[in-house]
C-alpha cells in the first residue's frame, strides 16, 4: 500500500509568484494535517481536515496560505504570492478515523520550498 | 520560546548508548513520541508512550518520562551507523482530534 505522497519534492520559485503544494493521503485516511519546518527549527502545525473540512487551521500563518481537500482525498496547499520567510519543508501527515489517539500519523517525505 | 525543546547536535561513537532528551510544557499532554528523519525522507514514528507510564522499551529503544519535571528522553543502546538522523519529540495536544507540537530536532552523529 502507497504511503502518503508529497509533490514535488523540491520547488525553487521566485518571490511574489504562486506555488501550490499537493498530498495525496493514505487511502481511507480521514485525517489529513500539514506541518512546516522553517529553517532548521521545530516543525509547527499548519491546519487539520477530516475529511473535506477543515478542523483546526489555527496555525496557518496569514491568508497568503490556503489548504483545500476537495473530496475529502488529497489536499492542496497554495501560497500567494510566496515570500522569502515561506521558506521552509512542507510536511504532510494522515491518520485513521480515529486520529492522534495513540495511532501513528503516517509522515510524507516533504516538500522543500525555497523563495528567492 | 519553543513549546518542546530538544538539544539540537548529538555525537556518539559506534556501539555507545545514546540519549536524546526532551522537554515539553503542557502538563495535560497525553501522548508523547519519537520521530526519527533520516536524509530525504519524511518523519518516522519510533516509537510513542502514554502519560501515565515512566518508561517503555523496545528492542534498543527505551523512553524514559519524567511527568513532574515534563521530562523526556530517549536512549538507543549499541548505537549503529544507521541510527545517525534527526530525532524530534513531539507532544500530543488538545482532546479528541488534536495535533503534534514538535521540537526542533536533535542530529545525531555516529562515529566509528
Known amino acids: 500500500e502507497a504511503g502518503v505522497t508529497q509533490f514535488p519534492s523540491h520547488s525553487v520559485i521566485e518571490k511574489g509568484q504562486t506555488v501550490t503544494l499537493r498530498c495525496d493521503p493514505i487511502?481511507?485516511?480521514?485525517?489529513l494535517y500539514w506541518y512546516r519546518r522553517v529553517m532548521g527549527k521545530e516543525i509547527k502545525f499548519l491546519l487539520h481536515f477530516v475529511k473535506e473540512s477543515k478542523q483546526d487551521e489555527s496555525g496557518m500563518p496569514n491568508n497568503r496560505f490556503l489548504a483545500e481537500r476537495t473530496g475529502g482525498t488529497y489536499s492542496t496547499l497554495k501560497v500567494q504570492p510566496a515570500e522569502l520567510e515561506d521558506s521552509g519543508v512542507y510536511f504532510c501527515?494522515?491518520?485513521?478515523?480515529?486520529?492522534?489517539?495513540?495511532?501513528?500519523?503516517?509522515f510524507g517525505q516533504g516538500t522543500r520550498l525555497t523563495v528567492v | 520560546g519553543e513549546d518542546v525543546e530538544q538539544s539540537l547536535f548529538l555525537s556518539v561513537r559506534e556501539g555507545d548508548s545514546s540519549v536524546i532528551n526532551c522537554t515539553y510544557t503542557d502538563s495535560s499532554s497525553t501522548y508523547l513520541y519519537w520521530y526519527k528523519q533520516e536524509p530525504g525522507a519524511g518523519l518516522q514514528l519510533l516509537t510513542y508512550i502514554f502519560s501515565n507510564m515512566d518508561m517503555k522499551q523496545d528492542q534498543r529503544l527505551t523512553v524514559l518520562l519524567n511527568k513532574k519535571d515534563k521530562h523526556l528522553s530517549l536512549r538507543i543502546a549499541d548505537t549503529q551507523t544507521g541510527d545517525s538522523a534527526i530525532y524530534f519529540c513531539?507532544?500530543?495536544?488538545?482532546?479528541?482530534?488534536?495535533?503534534?507540537?514538535f521540537g526542533a530536532g536533535t542530529r545525531l552523529a555516529v562515529h566509528p
Open positions: 513531539a507532544e500530543r495536544r488538545g482532546g479528541g482530534y488534536n495535533k503534534l507540537i
Open positions: 501527515a494522515s491518520t485513521t478515523t480515529a486520529g492522534l489517539g495513540g495511532t501513528e500519523a503516517f
Open positions: 487511502s481511507g485516511h480521514d485525517n
